[in-house]
């Protein structure tokens, strides 16, 4: 791969569809899908590992308090563009929005999953019968909403571009469709962002109700606020990360200065995030619980550990423009955001003494699965519609590949000026 | 008048066949006896009825002397009630009954003069056995035998017996006669008898085979069964009715008869909610039934304990209110406040281990192959057929 | 000097910030103030509960059995399908009431206690519960479960401070276990199941109010004999109307040490304030739509501008 400047988003090209890698992970979807029948014949209890004391799993604490979490790259790197003016961050919009459209399907259909009495929640629909003060109402109200109103609507784009290319019968339609859109587009980018706003610091109070179990580093009023301040940076190293590693599989090139202003953008979310962290923590004078000689401290400051190496990282790699430097840099910062929002939900948090979990290997899998899932649509996805940035001259290249294959030319494998291998 | 003529001290065992009980009866006799006092008495420490039976029946049949004070002759009846076999006849031929007021022929100066008789003859050999609380109020006016309070009749003979045991709760320690407010100052025999040790048999009638061992004990070993703090033989009197009561399966698991008649009574349920004293009262009444016969005893037939043996509970606490269960104990078999919950599954664990393992070592190759720092360590040429397995594409550690 | 466009943009870009973020944060503090008026909720006027004293309790195991039998959780609901009847270790999804044992390793003090549902006064299993599937009656403060409602998300599992709704991991239909003081024996007038079986009296049943005085009573009459010479329920957790008595420390039998300011009350707070009419979201929404609608004016003005460079269709 090579560094140049995206301008436009531009399909996946040069790639198949099915290659073996992309069938792996099918299988692991297909997989978790059957196990998803067996869970809705036998019940909760065989198919995870959650007991009474825990009675939250890896389902929901992982797939949707976790994931959710990395899929905030629509809010976070949106707001960045639309209300902060970065306009350099509208390129990568269209990936930001369709990783959050994946991760918040695929966590709302396991969401389905792990609910006990599913064929109940049309109750949803009679705010009659809403408890106004549950955050769990919140988030069960202003997720789905957010997904299939705000989130959808922005991810629709992609597909017009494609039928305007593909289907050109379609394009007056499409052109007076795009009209009405544009009219009311900003009301709806104003949703996407106050809805996560409220349903990902609502992730965040869910756990308030835990009271003194949650362990002190973690539990505090500001809960709600330090959940959607990390889901702002998760989304951020998420959509950094998926372009470096998609441009790296696909051979495409990639912008360091995008992603130095990423880099540096994160680094300064993660900065003042870890500050409002630490000074809660000494304003309510717990800061002695993280000098304890138990696993929660150990736990407070692995979380701290790779947050503040994160921030290194992120501004030397934005500096040197050092590519391997700031996938680990978004790895570490997305890891150690997640742990954050993982911990208050199951590792720091003790419900009643002498209480354990550990997924069950069906819970794992399905898990994995429908993550998996939401990987096999991104790489669909970005393979059919104009998603991932790229140079100009790669959408020319693009074209230039249809008229070979059209024509009967013989294909070259790719067009890219280095030659790499295809990994997926 | 002559001199009466007491039988000649037989052997006991000369004494029963003279009599007619065959060996047989004795023998069942003996396992009875067995069977009724298993421990505390070293009589039955034997291994068989016939080794009992032979060391009975060389015993020298004792002498005793019974007097009644103030009582019911409930006592005396008790000792006649059994259905095989006759132990009257048993009781008659095994202890030398040299006088008793109930079952003698002789009355009025002739009972007095046969009572001195026998002590005289016995002095410092028989057994006195008493029935019937002593009157302490008033000197003791309130019992009088041929005129003289029932006190000086105690002390008088009393001092001459070998042994005295006390047949009942009246004479054990005041009975009935004893129940507030006690206008006689009634008390039991071992208050007015105190340079000897005095065996209390208390119950409303005790059952006849506590006195049965009692008395064989002291006639084939010499000496006096085991007592506890109360002077009770413990063979008969060291368990509570609750602890081997038969409707104690009923009380464990809560199954309690709630008014006489209802259908948890009919069924044979626990009368702890009727105010049965079982779990405050000492007694065999549970493992030793009255006329041989199981269930021929208050609890057997729907009527809760009233604690009749005990002092402090018989004719003391009204009969239907409920005592407090002693000697809770809990079992190992109850749940802990906070017990262990959960496990890792090792398949689970080693899953888990396999996705963490394979999303580092997925990135950990991608990072790998970016550009790093001014190309100064340019990415390694790959090889042709990588299968790296990219299942999780944008973060590792899970 | 002239603002340039842009100057002037980006200052009520700023602005607008500024402006939202003073007004959301007067918005909360108004109604931290309007909400910190709120009292602490109270027990309603005809509360029900339980008092259960251990030093009357044997561990007979009779409130056990009766629950079992007066809620149809049959023996058969226990048997682990091979024949084998389960002895509950915990309360779980076939039983609503146990008697457990503290007897530390020296043995040296030992208690019963039983464990059902507290009937919190404030209860945080009904705060959480999204659709109102607990509730808590109006006059009589118990609190129960509706199949109809709720979706088995178990919030209610993980956010009670004393552990007691549990869930039936079995089977495809679900429902969610929890003692709910025989609500259908009290609407005939009789008493729980429970405390009309226990042979001792250990634990009864009455009017919270009534139940209070009598554990004050007690407590009086034997001083020394009740940890702490006080009873557990009166003020925990905002108060529960199950009392306990106890001759052991409190966390020995299993109730937590809790304040008296009730979980909802306490870590809701801020959410209340925020949400409250929705104000602070609609004014932070009205603010960002007003900055983005400045955005996307000039974004779409850019788009052109590329449409005409390369010749390509923009793309939004």
């Known amino acids: 791969m090579n560094i140049e400047r995206w301008d436009r988003c531009v399909p996946v090209f040069n790639v198949p569809l099915l290659t073996k890698p992309f069938k792996l992970i099918c299988a692991l979807g297909a997989l978790a899908l059957g196990l998803v029948t067996y869970r809705e014949l036998s019940g909760l209890g065989p198919a995870s590992g959650m007991n009474d004391a825990y009675a939250w799993g890896i389902w929901k604490t992982f797939n949707i308090m976790v994931l959710t979490g990395l899929g905030s790259g629509g809010f976070s790197i949106g707001i960045a563009a639309w209300i902060f003016r970065r306009h350099r961050l509208h390129v990568v919009m269209r990936t930001a929005l369709l990783t959050s459209f994946l991760a918040y399907a695929s966590g709302l259909m396991l969401l389905g999953v792990d609910v006990g009495r599913p064929w109940n929640f049309y109750w949803v629909f009679t705010p009659w019968r809403w408890n106004l003060h549950s955050p769990l109402l919140e988030v069960a109200v202003c997720m789905p909403t957010y997904a299939m109103f705000p989130l959808l609507m922005e991810n629709v784009p992609p597909v017009l571009d494609w039928f305007h290319k593909r289907r050109p019968q379609f394009r007056p339609l499409i052109e007076k469709a795009e009209k009405v859109m544009y009219k009311f587009y900003p009301l709806v980018v104003g949703l996407a962002y106050i809805l996560p706003a409220m349903h990902q610091s609502s992730l965040g109070a869910l756990m308030l109700l835990g009271g003194n179990r949650v362990h002190g580093l973690w539990q505090t009023p500001l809960l709600p606020l330090l959940y959607v301040w990390a889901a702002a940076f998760m989304g951020f190293a998420c959509v950094a990360g998926t372009l470096l590693f998609c441009s790296l599989v696909w051979d495409r090139p990639f912008d360091v200065d995008v992603l130095s202003e990423m880099n540096r953008i994160t680094a300064w979310i993660i900065g003042s995030w870890m500050f409002v962290r630490i000074f809660d923590i000494v304003i309510e004078g717990k800061i002695g619980l993280a000098f304890a000689m138990n696993i929660y401290a150990g736990l407070f400051w692995i979380e701290m550990l790779f947050l503040g190496v994160a921030i290194v990282m992120l501004i030397d790699s934005a500096k040197y423009k050092d590519a391997r430097l700031m996938f680990h840099a978004h790895l570490v910062a997305a890891v150690g955001g997640m742990l954050y929002r993982f911990n208050p939900t199951t590792l720091a948090f003790q419900p009643k003494p002498g209480a354990f979990y550990f997924p069950s290997a069906i819970e794992l899998l399905i898990s994995v699965g429908f993550v998996s899932l939401a990987i096999a649509a991104f790489v669909w996805a970005v393979k059919n519609l104009a998603i991932l940035p790229a140079p100009t001259y790669s959408w020319y290249q693009m074209e230039a590949r249809e008229q070979d294959a059209k024509s009967g030319a013989a294909l070259t494998p790719n067009y890219a000026v280095t030659d790499s291998n295809i990994l997926l | ?398 | 000097m002239a603002l340039s466009r842009r100057d002037a943009l980006k200052k009520f870009a700023v602005g607008s910030a500024a402006a939202a973020a003073v007004g959301s944060t007067s918005l909360v503090t108004l109604s931290g103030v309007a909400h910190s008026e709120e009292p602490a909720p109270v027990a309603p006027k005809n509360a029900v509960g339980m008092l259960y004293d251990t030093t009357r309790c044997i561990g007979c195991q009779s409130c056990v059995v009766a629950c079992a039998e007066a809620n149809n959780l049959l023996p058969e609901a226990m048997k682990l399908g091979d024949g084998v009847h389960l002895t509950a270790s915990d309360l779980n999804s076939f039983t609503k009431n146990i008697i457990k044992l503290y007897k530390p390793v020296d043995g040296k003090e030992y208690s019963f206690v039983k464990q059902q549902c507290m009937q919190c006064v404030d209860p945080t299993c009904v705060a959480g519960c999204m659709f109102k599937g607990l509730q808590k009656d109006k006059n009589t403060g118990v609190i129960t479960w509706n199949s109809k409602v709720c979706v088995g998300c178990r919030y209610c599992e993980i956010s009670c401070p004393f552990h007691v709704p549990k869930f039936q991991w079995q089977g495809f239909n679900p429902k969610i276990v929890k003692c709910e003081l025989c609500k259908e024996r009290l609407a005939k007038g009789d008493q729980p199941a429970c405390t009309s079986v226990c042979p001792t009296h250990a634990v009864i049943f009455g009017k919270r109010d009534d139940l209070l005085i009598e554990a004050k009573t007690r407590i009086k009459n034997h001083p020394g004999k009740y940890h702490e010479d006080r009873v557990y329920g009166e003020t925990e957790g905002g108060g529960t109307q199950v009392l306990y008595l106890s001759h052991v420390a409190f966390e020995n039998i299993g109730l937590p040490k809790l304040e008296s300011e009730s979980v909802p009350r306490k870590y809701l707070k801020w959410q209340k304030r925020v949400y409250s009419y929705l104000a602070v979201p609609a004014v932070l929404y009205a603010s960002m739509v007003g900055v983005i609608n400045g955005n996307w004016k000039k974004h779409q003005e850019h788009m052109k501008e590329d449409e005409e460079k390369t010749g390509l269709r923009a793309q939004l």
Request: charged share 20%; with cysteine; proline share 8%.
């Open chain 2, 1 to 398: 008048m002559s001199k009466p003529d007491f039988p000649e001290k037989q052997t006991i065992g000369k004494s029963l066949k003279n009599a007619g009980v065959s060996r047989r009866d004795f023998l069942s006799f003996c396992g009875v006896l067995m069977v009724a006092a298993p421990v505390g008495l070293s009589l039955t420490q034997k291994a068989s009825a016939t080794a009992i039976a032979n060391a009975i029946g060389q015993a020298k049949k004792p002498s005793v002397i019974w007097l009644h004070f103030q009582d019911c002759t409930g006592c005396s009846e008790t000792l006649l009630r059994t259905s095989r076999p006759d132990v009257a006849s048993l009781i008659l031929n095994v202890i030398s009954l040299d006088y008793h007021e109930t079952l003698m022929a002789a009355s009025g100066y002739q009972a007095e003069k046969s009572l001195r008789d026998a002590v005289e003859q016995n002095a410092g050999k028989f057994i006195l056995v008493c029935e019937g609380s002593v009157p302490t109020k008033d000197q003791g006016v309130y019992m009088k035998l041929a005129g003289r309070p029932a006190l000086d009749v105690l002390k008088d003979i009393g001092s001459k017996a070998a042994a005295v045991v006390a047949m009942g709760s009246c004479a054990s320690w005041g009975g009935v006669p004893s129940a507030d407010p006690n206008p006689t100052g009634a008390v039991g025999v071992d208050q007015i008898i105190t340079d000897k040790p005095v065996v209390t048999l208390p119950g409303c009638p005790p059952n006849p085979y506590n006195l049965l061992g009692t008395v064989l004990e002291y006639a084939t070993m010499g000496k006096l069964p085991a007592l506890d703090q109360f002077n009770r033989p413990k063979f008969a009197y060291d368990r509570l009715i609750h602890d081997h009561c038969p409707r104690r399966a009923h009380f464990d698991a809560g199954r309690f008869a709630k008014e006489f008649g209802d259908d948890g009574h009919r069924s044979g349920w626990c009368l702890y909610k009727l105010g049965c004293k079982g779990p405050a009262t000492h007694a065999a009444c549970s493992t030793q039934p009255f006329n041989e016969t199981p269930d021929v005893w208050p609890i057997g037939i729907g009527a809760p304990c009233v604690g009749c043996t005990e002092k402090a509970v018989g004719f003391r606490i009204p009969i239907f209110q409920t005592v407090d269960i002693q000697r809770v104990t809990p079992p190992e078999a109850l749940p802990l406040v906070h017990m262990p919950m959960g496990s890792a599954s090792t398949v689970a664990a080693g899953l888990a281990g396999l996705i963490a393992g394979g999303i580092g070592g997925a990135a950990y190759m991608a990072a790998s192959r970016l550009p790093g720092r001014k190309d100064k360590n340019p990415p390694p040429a790959p090889s042709s057929d990588d299968t790296a397995d990219s299942s999780l594409q944008d973060v590792g550690g899970k």
